[in-house]
């Protein structure tokens, strides 16, 4: 089992930038399948991004361009440099990972949102106008 413990978050004007880090307690999950899902009140949880055991990314539509999702291998950390924020942006981000070993993510898709077995309790991202 690994837990998952996100950082990162905070508050920040629109067009500002934050790093979102996620620490898996195991290194053996850090090269699994991981992503970040975001949710805002009263809205369903959804995709933002996810990176597969190739290091194949995918990111949902409002986030391309903007996001990018990477891995620290040495640190078993999962990252989210979040660029050009938006106050739409604004929710409670997660960091999930899978066990599956050789889960992949479809390029130019939206993230998956099954395959997920570990979450973390989410850290807060605020964006003001």
């Known amino acids: 089992q690994v837990q998952l413990v996100e950082s990162g978050g905070g508050s920040v004007q629109a067009g500002g930038s934050l790093r979102l880090s996620c620490a898996a307690s195991?290194?053996?999950?850090?090269?699994?399948?991981m992503g970040w899902f975001r949710q805002a009140p009263g809205k369903e949880r959804e995709g933002v991004a996810a990176?597969?055991?190739?290091?194949?990314?995918t990111y949902a539509d409002s986030v391309k361009g903007r996001f990018t999702i990477s891995r620290d291998t040495a640190k078993n950390t999962l990252n989210l440099q979040m660029n050009s924020l938006k106050p739409e942006d604004a929710a409670m981000y997660y960091c999930?990972?899978?066990?599956?070993?050789?889960?992949?993510?479809?390029?130019?898709?939206?993230?998956?949102?099954?395959?997920?077995?570990?979450w973390g309790r989410g850290t807060q991202v605020t964006v003001s106008s």
């Open positions: 990176i597969d055991y190739l290091g194949v990314t």
């Open positions: 999930a990972a899978s066990i599956r070993p050789f889960s992949r993510v479809v390029p130019g898709t939206a993230p998956p949102t099954s395959g997920f077995d570990y």
């Open positions: 195991a290194s053996g999950y850090i090269n699994n399948m």
